[in-house]
């Protein structure tokens, strides 16, 4: 028992490792000259026009975050309903709970006008 959770460790200890190492050795062998025009933001080779620190609506990001959330909901409802007709009631009444807490979360979105662009 001891001995899988100890592969489980490094492999988890590994997983951290590998990517943190080239950052640690970027870091640290990085030649540090920074000067005006290294500081600019990068437009696609382009100059910039204007400002270049725009700030986003946070509406997209809400509206993102929503579409989210029902998206991942179907990956967890397709084999809820492709086993539909052999599930108990317990996994019925489960299912059907958790239909009723997203249409929850619409209704409470709608009615915070999350879903308006105006």
């Known amino acids: 028992m001891v001995n899988e959770w100890a592969f489980i460790g490094v492999f988890v200890a590994v997983a951290w490792v590998l990517p943190a190492l080239p950052l640690v050795v970027a870091r640290i062998f990085q030649p540090r000259k920074p000067n005006a025009i290294k500081m600019q933001t990068y437009e696609c080779g382009v100059e910039t026009v204007g400002d270049t620190w725009v700030q986003f609506k946070v509406q997209y ?58």
């Open 61 to 118: 990001y809400i509206y993102g975050l929503i579409f989210l959330v029902f998206d991942i909901e179907l990956i967890f409802l397709f084999p809820w309903a492709m086993a539909y007709n052999r599930l108990d009631f317990f996994a019925f009444g489960a299912g059907f709970l958790f239909i009723f807490l997203l249409a929850d979360a619409l209704i409470y979105a709608w009615r915070k006008n999350a879903l308006e662009w105006a």
